[in-house]
């Protein structure tokens, strides 16, 4: 299967649509989608009764977002996942929400980049920050629903969504960070 669009597609597995945009939905405190972060692929698959996400994302951070990365301030990524079906007459109704946050963070003494999985807890270290980079991008097998808690016969999506949190940023940084075009 492959994607309609680079920006927004929807792959359709079984009874459930991935429906994959970056586009910033309105009214969130998150910074507005950098040109670097893109979804390459994303599927879903029905397994033992539960619904999984497979997906790679791309961090391609501004020159901007390294500097301040190299330089030891933590950066944030939220991907954000709703199930919901599709209405015709009325808004789309959800059924299912949760986030994954995402830390990295360079050790100057160390020499590593840490990146810390914030809903978990747990930490990997990599020596350069494209590893890090691509393996925080890797989805594998994420659980998603339980096949028995959708109602039968009906057609469901899941947005998925991730983007930087410039609210997590030191707080002298974040009015530079919404402001600067550099930094998305």
């Known amino acids: 299967m492959s994607l309609i669009s680079s920006k927004c597609g929807i792959l359709q597995t079984t009874r459930l649509i991935l429906l994959i945009c970056i586009s910033a939905w309105p009214g969130t405190p998150y910074a507005r989608d950098m040109q670097g972060l893109?979804?390459?692929?994303?599927?879903?698959?029905?397994?033992?009764g539960m619904y999984y996400l497979d997906a790679q994302l791309d961090y391609d951070l501004s020159q901007a977002a390294i500097d301040a990365l190299d330089s030891g301030v933590p950066l944030t990524f939220e991907l954000e996942l709703e199930i919901f079906q599709h209405r015709k007459w009325l808004?789309?109704?959800?059924?299912?929400?949760?986030?994954?946050?995402?830390?990295?963070?360079y050790?100057?003494?160390?020499?590593?980049y840490v990146v810390t999985n914030i809903n978990s807890g747990i930490q990997n270290s990599y020596s350069r920050r494209n590893t890090a980079l691509l393996t925080m991008g890797r989805i594998n097998h994420l659980p998603l629903v339980e096949k028995k808690t959708l109602p039968e016969d009906e057609n469901y999506r899941v947005r998925l969504?991730?983007?930087?949190?410039?609210?997590?940023?030191?707080?002298?940084?974040?009015?530079?960070?919404?402001?600067?075009?550099?930094?998305?």
């Open 107 to 112: 050790h100057a003494l160390t020499q590593h």
């Open 161 to 184: 969504r991730f983007s930087l949190d410039i609210n997590a940023l030191p707080v002298p940084m974040r009015p530079w960070a919404y402001i600067n075009s550099e930094w998305l």
């Open 91 to 105: 808004w789309d109704k959800s059924l299912a929400s949760f986030n994954q946050r995402y830390q990295v963070v």
């Open 38 to 48: 893109r979804v390459y692929s994303a599927s879903t698959q029905l397994q033992h």
